[in-house]
C-alpha cells in the first residue's frame, strides 16, 4: 500500500537529491553575482539531457529508468554548476566546502 510500490523509485530520487544539495546553492550563487546568463544555459542544456535520458530510461527500464535518468541528470546539473562557481568564483558552496579548510 501507499508509497511502497515506489519504494525503488523513490530511493533512487532521494539518492540524486542528497547528490544534488551536497552541491550547496550554486544556482543562487550563480544568480546573485551576475552570472544567471551561464546558469539559465547550464539549465536549458541539462534539462534537455534529462528529458532525453527519461525517454530511454522508459524505454529500457520503466519507472526505475526513469527515476534514475533524473536522478543522475540533477545530481549532474548541479555538479555543472558547482564546477563553474569553483572555477569561476573561486568559491566552494558545497558541503565539503564548509567543513574544509580555508586557503
Known sequence: GGFQSAKT??????????????????????????????????????????????????????TVGVACAVALGVALWNGRMWWYVRRALKLDPSILGVVAAPR
Open 9 to 62: 523509485e523513490l530511493t533512487i530520487l532521494a539518492f540524486g537529491e542528497l547528490l544534488s544539495a551536497s552541491a550547496g546553492c550554486v544556482g543562487i550563487v550563480m544568480n546573485m553575482t551576475g552570472h544567471q546568463k551561464e546558469a539559465a544555459q547550464i539549465q536549458i542544456t541539462s534539462a534537455f539531457a534529462i528529458s532525453v535520458a527519461m525517454v530511454a530510461g522508459a524505454w529500457l527500464a520503466g
